[in-house]
Each structure stands twice: as structure tokens, then as C-alpha cells.
């Protein structure tokens, strides 16, 4: 079971330091200023705690397949745009909807991939959240 949850956890962990470092050092502060990293980022991080407690609420009556076929489908359209995007002041508002879905896919993929490893290793889950923790922070490292 653990290698089938390594690739999920290391995209998990590679999406994570793809908006941390590239997405607002390349949309963010180069577009808008340095000054608006903060409320990009808090953006970011409200649409993933909302998304995070929508899962953990819907996710038991309609499954996981719906939530990682919608967040696969976000991360692929946003990641499109953020490559033929042409960054210039006058389309700077839709950087908070890239920031805000990268926070969707985010709750998404972290809230079901720490399920996913609970439930697989349900007897020493101090085991589970470590290997969860390691592989991600070696996304990290990539």
C-alpha cells in the first residue's frame, strides 16, 4: 500500500513548493509587487482550509474518485494557464484565481492523501504520518 500512496504524496508535496516558491515568485512579486504576496497567499490558504472541511463533510457521501478527478482537472487547467499566461498589470486580478484554485486542489489532495494513509495503516498510524510527512518533505527537496 505505501507504494501505491508515495506517487500521490510526492505530487502533493511538488504542487505545495510549486506555489510556495515558483508561482509567487513568478506571479505574484514580479507582476503585482512584493507587497501583494501576503493576501495572494492568504487566498490560498482560506480556499484550502474550506476546501479542506468540505471534503472531510461531503467526502463520506460521495466518495474520493469525484474530489481527485476534480482536483486533477483544476491542477491541470491551472498549471495551462500559469504557462501561456501572459503576466501584465491589467490581467493581475486573476492571480488570485489561480492562487485560489492551487488552495482548492491543495485541501483536496492533502486532506484525502492523510485519509487515504489512516486508513491503509490503520494500526500504528505514527508510522503512517511520518512516511506521509517524509515523502512529502522529499517532494519538497525536488
Excluded at 19 to 36: D, I, K, N, Q
Amino acid at each position: 500500500m505505501q507504494l501505491l500512496l508515495i506517487p500521490i504524496t510526492l505530487y502533493l508535496g511538488l504542487l505545495k513548493a510549486y506555489v510556495f516558491s515558483e508561482l509567487t515568485r513568478a506571479f505574484s512579486s514580479c507582476v503585482v509587487g512584493v507587497e501583494m504576496v501576503g493576501i495572494h497567499m492568504a487566498t490560498y490558504g482560506f480556499s484550502d482550509a474550506v476546501l479542506s472541511y468540505v471534503v472531510g463533510k461531503v467526502g463520506k457521501k460521495i466518495g474520493r474518485i469525484p474530489f481527485f478527478v476534480f482536483s486533477m482537472v483544476v491542477d491541470f487547467g491551472s498549471y495551462a494557464y500559469c504557462l501561456w499566461w501572459d503576466p501584465n498589470l491589467e490581467s493581475a486580478w486573476s492571480i488570485f484565481i489561480i492562487y485560489f484554485a492551487f488552495g482548492v486542489t491543495d485541501g483536496i489532495w492533502q486532506t484525502l492523501t492523510n485519509v487515504l494513509y489512516l486508513e491503509y495503516f490503520e494500526g500504528s498510524h505514527d508510522v503512517a504520518v511520518t512516511s506521509c510527512v517524509l515523502w512529502s518533505t522529499l517532494a519538497y527537496a525536488l
